[in-house]
């Protein structure tokens, strides 16, 4: 399987614990993506990276979130001291960016995160 | 102002009839692409079609087109002789091309497909 994939499918935390989740692109895919999306919403944009370079964040990203992508491969997205209201489905995306406005995103099944 | 506009939060379609999916769009960007995507219950977004803002004509993908109405700033999608399987979410999506980073979604349509 060639596509994004991400781990763990799902995750169940106690408030104040931290979270790892993993996201491997698609290999010649020069951009990641990571977005957030709660029940009954689109996805929202959290960060980017092209290749290694962490290119922007969303004011959605608190401190406590903090994302990474080192030798622009695989990411990984932290959140630290979790609160209830981090559970949402936390999905990652590659492209290829060919620099102009096509270049679809691909996602990976994304991560569920349950703060109880 | 909301980048994308999706007012049809659930829609019902018969098997074998064609369904079209509203989206309205906001950008003052003279470059920018929208996409459709579908995310079935299992939660994968799957890119269904594109349409560039430059693009003379509409776009098409198997049973998916896309109506795109410039002026009207309004980007649907048509799915012609649903299948059960089209049930799913839809959401639209726009990337400009001055801030081509983000992706901006709609909140997303729930199709129904009746047999």
């Known amino acids: 399987d060639t596509g994004v994939s991400q781990d763990p499918r799902h995750k169940i935390t106690k408030r104040g614990q931290n979270v790892t989740f993993r996201c491997d692109p698609i290999s010649e895919h020069n951009r990641l993506y990571w977005y957030r999306q709660t029940l009954g919403q689109g996805p929202e944009f959290l960060t980017y990276?092209?290749?290694?370079?962490?290119?922007?964040k969303s004011r959605l990203l608190s401190d406590r979130f903090s994302a990474e992508r080192p030798k622009g491969s695989f990411s990984t997205l932290e959140i630290q001291r979790t609160e209830q209201g981090d559970s949402a489905m936390y999905l990652c995306?590659?492209?290829?960016?060919?620099?102009?406005?096509?270049?679809?995103?691909?996602f990976g099944e994304g991560s569920r995160l349950t703060v109880l | 102002a909301q980048k994308i506009t999706q007012t049809q939060p659930g829609m019902f379609v018969q098997e074998k009839e064609a369904v079209t999916l509203d989206c309205t769009y906001d950008?003052?960007?003279?470059?920018?692409?929208l996409f459709w995507y579908k995310q079935p219950s299992s939660g994968e977004m799957i890119f269904l079609i594109y349409q560039g803002s430059y693009d003379q004509q509409n776009a098409t993908e198997g049973r998916y087109s896309l109506n795109f109405q410039k002026a009207r700033k309004s980007a649907n999608l048509v799915i012609s002789a649903s299948q059960l399987g089209d049930s799913a979410m839809y959401f639209c999506a726009m990337r400009e091309g001055s801030t081509g980073n983000q992706f901006y979604f709609g909140t997303g349509t729930s199709l129904t497909v009746i047999p």
């Open positions: 990276f092209q290749n290694e370079a962490q290119l922007e």
């Open positions: 950008t003052s960007d003279p470059s920018y692409g």
């Open positions: 995306a590659s492209s290829f960016d060919r620099g102009v406005v096509t270049g679809e995103l691909f």
